[in-house]
């Protein structure tokens, strides 16, 4: 298992998306993806992301200037 870090600051939608998804592409099943971005859309998109994909969520925090999310490849 791999933990790929993503920096998503500063884009705007879909930016991070298209990062995570470019990140889920190189990664395995079982890796860890930590993505960091500051578009306050991301957290609902992220969420919506996971389940269309059957990806795994494992913590999403919001810390004001950027929401962390963490999700596992399945």
Do not use: Y
Request: hydrophobic letters at 40%; charged letters at 30%; aromatic letters at 4%.
């Amino acid at each position: 298992m791999s933990v790929i870090k993503v920096g998503a600051r500063c884009l705007q939608c879909p930016g991070p998306i298209v990062e995570l998804h470019k990140a889920s592409a190189k990664a395995s099943p079982g890796d860890v993806i930590e993505i960091e971005a500051t578009d306050p859309g991301f957290k609902k998109d992220v969420v919506a992301w996971c389940k269309k994909t059957k990806n795994e969520l494992l913590k999403l925090d919001d810390f004001g200037d950027h929401i962390v999310a963490v999700i596992r490849k399945c």
